[in-house]
Each structure stands twice: as structure tokens, then as C-alpha cells.
């Protein structure tokens, strides 16, 4: 199978060169030049293959460039025992109509571990089938959960290095200080002062900056990304939207063929956009929950059809989601213009240039048709939370309180009593201080403590502590330096010796 770029200006690539080049030269996104197909026989099956099993069958169809037995091991590597578990999306049945299925039981406790412990496995695959014998530098900018998830699953990769840019005041204690203390010889962490947008857009900066790209390359060095912009990236998470599916019919929670909704909490919207592959792949799909938090920015997109980034970015309890440009919609609005290269790029010079475009009246009305849109704001988040527990006696983390609250609002409105998946997008313990408010547990606790938080949170519900959380609270911080956008270059620089002559 081969690749082909959102914006039309570069030649057809494997996928082995979309994984390694992350984004394309034309500045677009790789995508499949088509999709497979699966029978409902196929999907059901996925249910008697283990999670690893089911990962390797479903990357078969795409990376057409690797043999079946290196994606077997690829998997394999990757989701191991000792970094998942039993189970790295288990499907828990919470309401009457409404199942959780939990995407963080990974080594950093978020859904990005899902493909982010993969992608290095590919990526150096990629290296070996491209010819190359030149060093990845992996770039990240991060919200608070892709960039230890990255950190984590590059650290020590031979011929690699990992740096990764973060809003210094927008993530969680927990996030942070994951970061700070990642260890290994090949990772760098930069806080950045602005926020997330800021860091994406330097990160996409850099890689359209060809005179860097060429002095990076006479020190043996090429960049790629870690980012769901990298279709290595995105493409594993495809995985679990066919597997839960095929769960739930063996729970006896559906029907086989029954048509089912997914709630997503969405920012850069690459997990929602994985499940609309896997509806164009066959998924027997109703509709997707896109669920935003107060930066609606998506919200309002799919309700009008304007994409509008000229909008003040809200500091949340939810911050994996607060982006004002969601650079997975590319891909999107390439599929439902026929792979309409021209139409697509002139709606991202627009929005670089004025900061919104309107899509077409049928693209608009094709969007409406696919996704219900809602956004539920600081107090609704914190109040389900709350609701959650004391109903079910479940407890989820502020991005999952979101989608949950999401999907309350579609039942309302339409009147659907579909099954629903809610996914979980986070531990509840990377986000301690909020969980406990939204139980109205808080009282005292300093938000600067969060190991206290999480010491109150098993005693207020029982749910014991992950290792991975008492094992930071005395590691030492190695990384601590804080930059403006406009010299992430030449730190990257800095942190591979390049030298100063030649920057």
C-alpha cells in the first residue's frame, strides 16, 4: 500500500518512508492512497486473538512494506506483560447502555502509550527498509500525555534521539513531573512559555525549515515526529476500536451487527479519526461523540462547518485537550473531498493565514452526519466526576468525565438509547487534585503536592496507587529548562553538539 500526501505535492511514498518522515515535505499529512475492508465475520474474530494478536492483523492491512513477522514482533515488543498487563484495553461495563474501555494501563498511564510503544519498533524497521544510515531526531510537542509516552517508549533506541516540548504552565503536576525525570541517554524535555498551539507550531515550523533540515543532515541527523501526525502514530490506534468492538459482542453487550457510538474526549483529533478508519474499514458505527472541553473550537466546527483558531486558549482541568488546531481534522476533510489535495491545502493556507476556513455545504453536512458535538466546561467536568462514582462506583479521570458527560448530552438531545463506549484516555491518577474535587474530597490538600493527592485518592476510593506513581516521587529532575518558541531550533541544535559555527 502506498501513501499519499493531504496536500498533493509530493510523489507516492511506502509506508515505511510515511513512518520515518512523519510529515510530508508539502507540509501535509500521509495518509492510505485507499482503505481495506472487513466483513463482520473478520471483525467478531478479533475477539479470540489476544491484544497484540489483533494489533499485528490490523497494521497487516496498512504497512504492506513490513512482513507479517516483523509487525508480529513489533506487537509483541510492544505490548508485553510487563508494560500492560493482562489486558492493554479492557472493555468495563459501567452503565445499563454504556461501557468504559480503559486505554492507560501502559507504563505512562495514558492512551498514547498504545501507539507510542509501537512507534519505535516501526520507526527503526523504517530506517533498515529506507536505506538510510542517518540518526532520527524524534520531535514531540505535547499536551501532557504524548510526550512521556514518547520519552518512554524512545529512551534508548539505538540511532535515535527524543526531544520533546511541553507548555511549561499547562499540564498537570503529574504530567510534569513525568517529564522531568525521564531518564535515558537519547532524551532531551524543554518547557516552552506558551501553550500547546505554540509548541505544535513550532515543531511544524521546524519541519518545513529545509536549510535546518540540510545542516542536521551533513551531521547524519534527519527529523521525524512522534506526533499523530506520524501515520505510525495513528495507525495503531485502530486497534482497539475493532477489538472493543468484538469484545462487547462476545460480553453478550450487543448484538453482532449492531451498530455502536464512540465518545471520545478530542484535541488533536487523531483517536476520534482512528475511529472513523475504522468505520470506513467496516465497524458497524452509528455515529462518533467528538466531546471538547471550553476550547470548542471543534465543537463549533462540526455544528457550522467554520473552523475558527481566533479564540483565547483555556487553561483546563482537562489540558491533554486544550488545542485550538487539531491537526488530525486534515486528514478528515481530505477523505470526505474525495482527496481533494488542492481543496484541502487552500483551507490550511486560510487558516494559517486568517485563522479560520469554511468548509463546503456538503462537506459540512457529511461532518454533522458522522460526529455529534458537545462541550462540557470546568464545573460539568468536575460534577461528573462525581456523579460517576457515586453511581457506579467508578472513577475517571477529568478527559474521560468529558466524553462521559458528552454522551450524556447525546442521549438527551436525541433520544438514542445506543451503546455507547466512552473512551478512557487517562488514569485517574494523573490528575489527582481534580478527581478528588470532583468528589468533594480536596479539602486541604496543596496542588502542589500531588503525591499527598494520590495517597488520598486510594483512601477515598480504594483504587490502589500505580506503581508507576510512587516510583516518581523520588526520582531526581533531569530536565528543568524553559524556552521560548522561537529558540526551539536552536536548543535542538544545542542538545545534538551541532556546532555553534554552524547554526
Same mark, same amino acid.
Given at each position: 500500500?502506498? +501513501?499519499?500526501?493531504?496536500?498533493?505535492?509530493?510523489?507516492?511514498?511506502?509506508?515505511?518512508?510515511?513512518?520515518?518522515?512523519?510529515?510530508?515535505?508539502?507540509?501535509?499529512?500521509?495518509?492510505?492512497?485507499? +482503505?481495506?475492508?472487513?466483513?463482520?465475520?473478520?471483525?467478531?474474530?478479533?475477539?479470540?486473538?489476544?491484544? #497484540?494478536?489483533?494489533?499485528?492483523?490490523?497494521?497487516?492491512?496498512?504497512?504492506?512494506?513490513?512482513?507479517?513477522?516483523?509487525?508480529?514482533?513489533?506487537?509483541?515488543?510492544?505490548?508485553?506483560?510487563?508494560?500492560?498487563?493482562?489486558?492493554?484495553?479492557?472493555?468495563?461495563?459501567?452503565?445499563?447502555?454504556?461501557?468504559?474501555? #480503559?486505554?492507560?494501563?501502559?507504563?505512562?498511564?495514558?492512551?498514547?502509550?498504545?501507539?507510542?510503544?509501537?512507534?519505535?519498533?516501526?520507526?527503526?524497521?523504517?530506517?533498515?527498509?529506507?536505506?538510510?544510515?542517518?540518526?532520527?531526531?524524534?520531535?514531540?510537542? %505535547?499536551?501532557?500525555?504524548?510526550?512521556?509516552?514518547?520519552?518512554?517508549?524512545?529512551?534508548?533506541?539505538? !540511532?535515535?534521539?527524543?526531544?520533546?516540548?511541553?507548555?511549561?504552565?499547562?499540564?498537570?503536576?503529574?504530567?510534569?513531573?513525568?517529564?522531568?525525570?525521564?531518564?535515558?541517554?537519547?532524551?532531551? &524535555?524543554?518547557?516552552?512559555?506558551?501553550?500547546?498551539?505554540?509548541?505544535?507550531?513550532?515543531?511544524?515550523?521546524? +519541519?518545513?525549515?529545509?536549510?535546518?533540515?540540510?545542516?542536521?543532515?551533513? $551531521? !547524519?541527523?534527519?527529523?521525524?515526529?512522534?506526533?499523530?501526525?506520524?501515520?505510525?502514530?495513528?495507525?495503531?490506534?485502530?486497534?482497539?476500536?475493532?477489538?472493543?468492538?468484538?469484545?462487547?459482542?462476545?460480553? !453478550?453487550?450487543?448484538?453482532?451487527?449492531?451498530? &455502536?457510538?464512540?465518545?471520545?474526549?478530542?484535541?488533536? @483529533?487523531?483517536?476520534?479519526?482512528?475511529?472513523?478508519?475504522?468505520?470506513?474499514?467496516?465497524?458497524?458505527?452509528?455515529? @462518533?461523540?467528538?466531546?471538547?472541553?471550553?476550547?470548542?473550537? /471543534?465543537?463549533? @466546527?462540526?455544528? %457550522?462547518?467554520?473552523?475558527?483558531?481566533?479564540?483565547?486558549?483555556?487553561?483546563?482541568?482537562?489540558?491533554?485537550?486544550?488545542? /485550538?488546531?487539531?491537526?488530525?481534522? =486534515?486528514?478528515?476533510?481530505?477523505?470526505?473531498?474525495?482527496?481533494?489535495?488542492?481543496?484541502?491545502? =487552500?483551507?490550511?493556507?486560510?487558516?494559517?493565514?486568517?485563522?479560520?476556513?469554511?468548509?463546503?455545504?456538503?462537506?459540512? #453536512?457529511?461532518?454533522?452526519?458522522? $460526529?455529534?458535538?458537545?462541550?462540557?466546561?470546568?464545573?460539568? %467536568?468536575?460534577?461528573?466526576?462525581?456523579?460517576?462514582?457515586?453511581? +457506579?462506583?467508578?472513577?475517571?479521570?477529568?478527559?474521560?468525565?468529558?466524553?462521559?458527560?458528552?454522551?450524556?448530552?447525546?442521549?438527551?438531545?436525541?433520544?438514542?438509547?445506543?451503546?455507547?463506549?466512552?473512551?478512557?484516555?487517562?488514569?485517574?491518577?494523573?490528575?489527582?487534585? %481534580?478527581?478528588? =474535587?470532583?468528589?468533594?474530597?480536596?479539602?486541604?490538600?496543596?496542588?502542589?503536592?500531588?503525591? #499527598?493527592?494520590?495517597?488520598?485518592?486510594?483512601?477515598?476510593?480504594?483504587?490502589?496507587?500505580?506503581?508507576?506513581?510512587?516510583?516518581?516521587?523520588?526520582?531526581?529532575?533531569?530536565?528543568?529548562?524553559?524556552?521560548?518558541?522561537?529558540?526551539?531550533?536552536?536548543?535542538?541544535?544545542?542538545?545534538?553538539?551541532?556546532?555553534?559555527?554552524?547554526?
Amino acid at each position: 500500500m502506498l +501513501f499519499v500526501s493531504t496536500r498533493g505535492q509530493v510523489g507516492k511514498v511506502s509506508s515505511a518512508h510515511a513512518i520515518k518522515e512523519g510529515l510530508a515535505g508539502d507540509g501535509g499529512l500521509f495518509v492510505p492512497q485507499s +482503505f481495506p475492508s472487513l466483513s463482520l465475520e473478520q471483525i467478531l474474530s478479533l475477539n479470540t486473538l489476544s491484544y #497484540e494478536q489483533c494489533a499485528a492483523t490490523i497494521l497487516n492491512y496498512f504497512l504492506t512494506d513490513y512482513s507479517p513477522a516483523e509487525l508480529a514482533e513489533c506487537a509483541t515488543a510492544a505490548y508485553s506483560p510487563l508494560k500492560f498487563g493482562k489486558n492493554p484495553a479492557p472493555l468495563c461495563k459501567v452503565g445499563d447502555r454504556t461501557d468504559v474501555l #480503559e486505554l492507560w494501563h501502559g507504563p505512562t498511564l495514558a492512551f498514547k502509550d498504545i501507539a507510542l510503544q509501537i512507534l519505535p519498533h516501526l520507526m527503526t524497521k523504517a530506517q533498515n527498509k529506507t536505506g538510510t544510515d542517518t540518526k532520527i531526531v524524534i520531535l514531540a510537542a %505535547t499536551s501532557g500525555d504524548t510526550g512521556k509516552a514518547a520519552l518512554e517508549g524512545f529512551a534508548d533506541v539505538p !540511532g535515535t534521539e527524543i526531544i520533546v516540548f511541553y507548555p511549561e504552565d499547562g499540564v498537570s503536576p503529574v504530567q510534569k513531573l513525568q517529564m522531568v525525570t525521564q531518564q535515558g541517554g537519547n532524551t532531551k &524535555v524543554f518547557g516552552i512559555h506558551g501553550n500547546f498551539d505554540d509548541a505544535q507550531r513550532g515543531v511544524k515550523e521546524i +519541519f518545513g525549515d529545509t536549510g535546518l533540515a540540510a545542516e542536521l543532515k551533513d $551531521f !547524519g541527523w534527519e527529523f521525524s515526529s512522534a506526533n499523530s501526525i506520524n501515520w505510525g502514530r495513528l495507525v495503531p490506534q485502530i486497534t482497539y476500536y475493532f477489538k472493543s468492538y468484538a469484545d462487547a459482542v462476545a460480553n !453478550g453487550r450487543i448484538e453482532p451487527g449492531e451498530k &455502536v457510538i464512540f465518545a471520545v474526549p478530542t484535541g488533536n @483529533f487523531g483517536d476520534i479519526l482512528a475511529g472513523y478508519y475504522a468505520k470506513k474499514m467496516g465497524l458497524p458505527v452509528k455515529r @462518533f461523540i467528538c466531546a471538547s472541553n471550553s476550547n470548542n473550537v /471543534l465543537t463549533d @466546527f462540526i455544528n %457550522t462547518g467554520v473552523y475558527n483558531k481566533l479564540r483565547e486558549l483555556n487553561k483546563t482541568v482537562s489540558p491533554s485537550m486544550d488545542i /485550538l488546531v487539531s491537526s488530525n481534522l =486534515e486528514r478528515l476533510l481530505f477523505d470526505l473531498t474525495d482527496n481533494n489535495s488542492a481543496q484541502v491545502a =487552500e483551507w490550511m493556507t486560510q487558516l494559517n493565514t486568517a485563522g479560520q476556513y469554511k468548509v463546503t455545504s456538503d462537506v459540512a #453536512e457529511r461532518v454533522r452526519d458522522l $460526529f455529534f458535538a458537545a462541550w462540557v466546561d470546568e464545573m460539568e %467536568t468536575k460534577e461528573t466526576i462525581g456523579r460517576v462514582y457515586n453511581d +457506579f462506583e467508578y472513577v475517571v479521570d477529568p478527559h474521560t468525565a468529558v466524553a462521559w458527560r458528552a454522551a450524556q448530552k447525546y442521549r438527551l438531545l436525541s433520544s438514542d438509547d445506543s451503546y455507547i463506549i466512552v473512551l478512557s484516555t487517562a488514569s485517574p491518577y494523573k490528575f489527582c487534585q %481534580t478527581v478528588l =474535587e470532583g468528589l468533594g474530597k480536596a479539602e486541604g490538600l496543596d496542588e502542589s503536592q500531588p503525591f #499527598e493527592a494520590a495517597r488520598r485518592l486510594t483512601e477515598e476510593t480504594g483504587l490502589p496507587i500505580p506503581h508507576q506513581i510512587t516510583e516518581m516521587e523520588h526520582k531526581p529532575v533531569l530536565h528543568n529548562e524553559v524556552i521560548g518558541t522561537g529558540e526551539m531550533a536552536a536548543n535542538i541544535k544545542k542538545t545534538l553538539e551541532i556546532p555553534v559555527e554552524n547554526s
